[in-house]
């Protein structure tokens, strides 16, 4: 039927973004080229579990900069299970087309338990915005000596 158009597609990234920088922004922009962009972040008591530290920013902070992002349609706190797959539940609630990973993120076991979903998984290309650097947390971190 002409004139009725399909939905976007729902692209589902997850990650902590606790240390917000431009290569998060690019990421998100590049995720937003797929369709919506539905963000899980690792609650607090995740990402102590998992990198052994505190977040220098709380879930509730880092949900209200993520939700402030154009490139963001929504941003979901994960719950505390401590897991890599801590986003797991949320897959069958918001039901994405597409999980979106950066290359340092992705593993063959969270690809098969994607994709066992029937849910794409697309790894980013991790392309700077125009002329910036490449950035990451990690680098960041080390940087800072933290």
């Given at each position: ?5 399909t939905p ?6 997850s990650?902590?973004?606790d240390?917000?920088?431009s290569?998060?922004i ?6 937003a080229?797929?369709?919506d962009?539905?963000v899980?972040i690792g ?5 102590q579990?998992l990198?052994n ?5 709380t879930?509730?902070e ?5 939700e ?13 299970t401590g ?6 539940p ?6 994405p087309?597409?999980?979106f990973?950066?290359?340092?993120g992705?593993?063959?076991?969270k690809r ?15 392309i700077?915005?125009a ?10 971190r080390?940087?800072?000596?933290r």
């Open positions: 039927m002409a004139g009725v158009s976007p597609k729902k692209v589902f990234v990650g902590c973004f240390v917000l920088h290569g998060h690019a990421f998100l922009e590049e995720a080229s797929y369709g962009v539905y899980s609650s607090d008591a995740t990402v579990i990198k530290r505190k977040t220098l920013y879930e509730q880092r949900k209200y900069m993520l402030a992002i154009r490139y963001v349609k929504k941003v979901y706190i994960g719950p505390d897991k890599i797959l801590d986003f797991a949320l897959l069958d609630e918001v039901k087309d597409i999980f990973v950066n290359e340092d992705t593993g063959d076991s098969a338990f994607v994709e066992s979903k029937g849910i794409a998984y697309v790894i980013s290309k991790r700077p915005h002329d910036l650097p490449t950035r990451s947390t990690t680098s960041i080390s940087a800072l000596g």
